[in-house]
């Protein structure tokens, strides 16, 4: 069992950064895909990052170039520095995880086959 622990969330001005941080604990190791999701009001949840065990990344278009992925397999900790942050942004950003010895699930697919999931840490743009 796997169980991942999100934090770094919080209320910023457009324009301004903020890190979140996702702790991983339990039967977990570089074999995974990790994954950031989000899911404003009133939208779906959609794929925003990930980053597999070889360490090739994919970004969501709306973000590339503002956020970056990143992940301390020490510390068995996940990052998304967020940069550049737009109110449309806000969402409550969820961490996610999957077992696999191949590349990260599409981002398209928006997380629908990550097994585990932490509680989400909430992002909020102010225009």
């Known amino acids: 069992q796997v169980q991942l622990v999100e934090s770094g969330g919080g209320s910023v001005q457009a324009g301004g950064s903020l890190r979140l941080s996702c702790v991983a604990s339990?039967?977990?190791?570089?074999?995974?895909?990790m994954g950031w999701f989000r899911q404003g009001p009133g939208k779906e949840r959609e794929g925003v990052a990930d980053?597999?065990?070889?360490?090739?990344?994919f970004y969501a278009d709306s973000v590339k170039g503002r956020f970056t992925i990143s992940k301390d397999n020490a510390k068995n900790t996940l990052y998304l520095q967020m940069n550049s942050l737009e109110p449309e942004d806000t969402a409550m950003y969820y961490c996610?995880?999957?077992?696999?010895?191949?590349?990260?699930?599409?981002?398209?697919?928006?997380?629908?086959?990550?097994?585990?999931w932490g509680q989400g840490t909430q992002v909020t743009v102010s225009s």
């Open positions: 996610a995880a999957e077992p696999t010895s191949g590349p990260c699930p599409p981002l398209r697919w928006n997380g629908a086959t990550f097994h585990y």
């Open positions: 339990g039967y977990i190791d570089s074999t995974y895909c």
């Open positions: 980053i597999d065990n070889d360490g090739r990344i």
